[in-house]
């Protein structure tokens, strides 16, 4: 069984150009430092997978759990040493979307700094494309 990762928030990128890369997803340094964290205590999960659910009061959220293996449909993305797989359901949703990890003195959190997202709720836990 998979058990959540941490909290994640989403942003519409509307301030800056995020380039456009080939991969499906790409990972900031301290996204993959983190991950590397979260995984060190696991021997037996891979990597973290990424996905998307109906939820909120603006359609979708994102979803991050352990894995151990990569699924039949899954989009491996792999950055220094971090696996991170996309559900299928959610790789169009993720694609040219950036992956980072913030820290302040509130929270600590996970951001997906999508281009793709046309709106998104009050809180940032939801958005719709």
Known sequence: MASSVVRATVRAVSKRKIQATRAALTLTPSAVQKIKELLKDKPDHV????????????????????????????????QDGVRVFIEKKAQLTLLGTEMDYVEDKLSSEFVFNNPNIKGTCGCGESFNI
Do not use: P, Q
């Not at 109906?54 to 039949?72: F, H, I, Q, V």
């Open 47 to 78: 990597g973290v997978k990424v996905g998307v659910r109906t939820r909120g009061c603006n359609g979708l959220s994102y979803t991050l759990e352990y894995t151990k293996s990569k699924g039949d449909s899954d989009e491996e993305v792999v």
